[in-house]
């Protein structure tokens, strides 16, 4: 979706990538094969799953002041079903209030 946004507008703010929790560190080779988004691993210290309640799969949309301020679950809405898909693009577009 990250190449699909840019492609459409080439000044998008709008970025995707992963935070890893805090203890699932040895699956990060499998995460990351064959892959180009961006993977953050989340530490005790800053505690970003828990700060923001996340749970597995929880997509985080954060407005351009990187307040949180909506969750897509990609379990619950896989973004393979094109209506997923493009409420997930139309939720982030909004966000950024992007035309």
């Keep these: 979706m990250q190449k699909e ?7 998008t703010k709008i ?4 935070i890893n929790a805090v ?7 499998g995460m990351v094969a064959d892959r180009k988004l961006p993977l953050l691993q989340d530490t005790s210290q800053e505690n970003v799953w828990g700060r923001w309640t996340a749970t597995w799969r929880d997509l985080m949309i954060l407005d351009p002041e990187n ?3 909506d969750t897509f679950n990609l379990t619950a809405h896989d973004l393979a079903n094109p209506t997923f898909y ?6 982030l577009k909004a966000v950024a209030a992007e035309p």
């Design 5 to 11: 946004l840019l492609s459409e507008n080439k000044h």
């Design 86 to 91: 493009a409420e997930l693009k139309a939720k």
């Design 23 to 29: 203890g699932l560190e040895g699956s990060i080779s």
């Design 15 to 18: 970025r995707l990538l992963g």
């Design 67 to 69: 307040i949180h301020v």
